[in-house]
């Protein structure tokens, strides 16, 4: 074999002989540093539990920094794989419920109850550690529809809509109930509506996923009737008009259309329709005509003409 083959032969056993040292002498120092006792702060994961009403909670989990006197080996164990203790809501020291903390011995106690070798554990820091939930208040509302149902062409309501309810409640978190001011809830898709109803309407989903509600549900009935429409021809009647002061009308009627369901209009007393204008000098010599006396139900409502001019005499 020739002289430089025997040298590069060397050369590589050598090199290979130092690599393996040094990963030997890295393990032993690993070891030797693992096997020695640090105080430092590993993760505990506690888990809140719900079995109370009084509160709502942002986060279900927190996870609180336990200082403890350990030796390397369980130190890293414990930040790879953190222990977790259950927290029932119902037994927790809380004094004040609109900022509820816990005492870090109470999480001490609470973590030597569950685990038994727990020495290593010194406390938890900080003393105080605040929790991710707020105070449960009840708030209620009126129930109100997102949009009526339809109608068959020439069909409406004829009188308010009625609820189920008066009101629904909700429980949750004070800073969200304040921002919302309404109960929405929405009906579902049906054929245009013809004739008197009773439906289920459903609170919305974006209303429905902030709190907690008594129900979600709600019975909505109306009076339907067929509307029609109707024309009549009024004198104007002058209110306030000055003692000894002749005034003038132009013109002295006005045409009024307006839609009314059948049933009112059968009951219509004509006599109690007036037209009426209030007296006021005004620069364009104009005054306005207002209707009194049509049904409650009456909808669409045109004066023609609007206003009337005025002259006056004295």
């Known amino acids: ?15 290979k002989q130092g690599v393996l040292f040094l990963v030997f002498a890295a393990v032993i120092w690993t070891l030797s540093a693992l096997s020695e006792t640090y105080i430092t702060t590993v993760p505990v994961q506690f888990k809140l539990q719900a079995d109370s009403s009084a509160f709502v909670f ?9 200082q403890v006197s350990s030796t390397g080996f369980s130190i890293l164990y414990r930040r790879i794989f953190p222990r977790k203790v259950a927290l029932m ?22 973590y030597k ?44 309501l004829i009188s308010p809509l009625r609820f189920s ?3 629904v409640s909700a429980f949750g978190s004070k800073a969200i109930l304040e921002k919302l001011d309404q109960a929405i809830f929405k ?20 209303i429905a996923n902030l709190a ?5 549900i709600v019975q909505v009935s109306g009076k339907v009737d067929r509307y029609s429409d109707v024309t009549f021809v009024l ?64 909808k669409k409502l045109t004066i023609s003409p609007p206003t009337v001019s005025y002259l006056t005499v004295e």
Do not use: C
């Not at 004094?95 to 509820?100: G, L, S, T, V």
């Not at 132009?250 to 059948?262: C, E």
């Not at 364009?284 to 009456?298: D, F, I």
């Open 212 to 216: 907690n509600w008594d129900t979600t």
């Open 58 to 66: 942002s986060n279900t989990h927190i996870e609180v920094p336990a």
């Open 235 to 298: 004198p104007i009647t002058l209110i306030d008009t000055p003692e000894n002061v002749l005034v003038s009308l132009s013109p002295r009627q006005v045409k009024i259309k307006f839609a009314a369901p059948l049933s009112s209009l059968r009951s219509i007393d004509e006599t109690k329709l007036l037209a009426e204008a209030v007296f006021e000098k005004t620069s364009s010599g104009q005054l306005s005509v207002y209707v009194t006396g049509l049904p409650k139900t009456a």
């Open 113 to 156: 109850q569950t685990y038994s070798n727990s020495s290593e554990i010194n406390g938890f820091v900080p003393a105080v550690i605040s929790l991710p939930m707020t105070q449960t208040v009840q708030k209620s509302y009126s129930p109100k529809l997102a949009a009526l149902p339809k109608f068959e062409e020439g069909y409406q």
């Open 89 to 110: 809501i119902s037994e927790l020291p809380i004094k004040e419920a609109e900022n509820p903390t816990l005492n870090s011995d109470y999480l001490l106690n609470k």
């Open 165 to 167: 309810l008066d009101s």
């Open 187 to 206: 009906l579902p898709a049906e054929n245009p509506i013809r004739e008197n109803f009773t439906l289920e309407a459903t609170l919305l989903d974006s």
């Open 1 to 15: 074999m020739p002289a430089r083959q025997r040298t590069s032969k060397r050369r590589f056993l050598g090199s």
